[in-house]
T-cell receptor, first 112, second 116 residues
Framework: ELKVEQNPLFLSMQEGKNYTIYCNYSTTSDRLYWYRQDPGKSLESLFVLLSNGAVKQEGRLMASLDTKARLSTLHITAAVHDLSATYFCAVPLTSGTYKYIFGTGTRLKVLA | DAGVIQSPRHEVTEMGQEVTLRCKPISGHDYLFWYRQTMMRGLELLIYFNNNVPIDDSGMPEDRFSAKMPNASFSTLKIQPSEPRDSAVYFC??????????????FGDGTRLSIL
């Protein structure tokens, strides 16, 4: 059974600080997806990582994938209040499937 | 693009009633997904369709749940009879054809369902 674990589950940080969210998964996968969800809102796609060593950056967020370690990181640089949200990673259950297993989510609160 | 459209946004009903949730995917998208989100279980895939055909329904919790996609622009998720433990936010998502795994899923705003 594929397990996708994120840590931390909750993160409160000051504006301007850097931090990293981790996503570990238990079986082989060469793809991983990151989403953002604001409270009471829908999920918004952030990054699609399709191979080992993939790195994507958008604004203050940077995501990377290490398929050998079964680990993805979402790095936040100089956090701002607008980044407050819950962040999810998702991994396909098996190769070639659209059945994603979502992580538990990391609730990020950036304090002004 | 109008995005994925779900209706209703909120539904409150009594236990035992039939509930129908509706979804209109983004035009041109040929994958459609139904998810359920709860505090206890997180985000779970219930079923997904490709070209209106159900591909994987292994996440459908019980026979009380059914989903249909009669055409490329409409899908329903039905719960009959509903129970309080079905209370959750139900999301519909769609994804385009071509390089499918390189494309993220586009989520609707969800239906917040409360069963009393």
């Amino acid at each position: 059974e594929l397990k996708v674990e994120q840590n931390p589950l909750f993160l409160s940080m000051q504006e301007g600080k850097n931090y990293t969210i981790y996503c570990n998964y238990s079986t082989t996968s060469d793809r991983l997806y990151w989403y953002r969800q604001d409270p009471g809102k829908s999920l918004e796609s952030l990054f699609v990582l399709l191979s080992n060593g993939a790195v994507k950056q958008e604004g203050r967020l940077m995501a990377s994938l290490d398929t050998k370690a079964r680990l993805s990181t979402l790095h936040i640089t100089a956090a701002v209040h607008d980044l407050s949200a819950t962040y999810f990673c998702a991994v396909p259950l098996t190769s070639g499937t659209y059945k994603y297993i979502f992580g538990t989510g990391t609730r990020l609160k950036v304090l002004a | 693009d109008a995005g994925v459209i779900q209706s209703p946004r909120h539904e409150v009903t009594e236990m035992g009633q039939e509930v129908t949730l509706r979804c209109k995917p983004i035009s041109g998208h040929d994958y459609l997904f139904w998810y359920r989100q709860t505090m206890m279980r997180g985000l779970e895939l219930l079923i997904y369709f490709n070209n209106n055909v159900p591909i994987d329904d292994s996440g459908m919790p019980e026979d009380r749940f059914s989903a249909k996609m009669p055409n490329a622009s409409f899908s329903t998720l039905k719960i009959q009879p509903s129970e309080p433990r079905d209370s959750a936010v139900y999301f519909c998502a769609s994804s385009p054809p071509g390089q499918v795994f390189a494309q993220p899923q586009h989520f609707g705003d969800g239906t917040r369902l409360s069963i009393l």
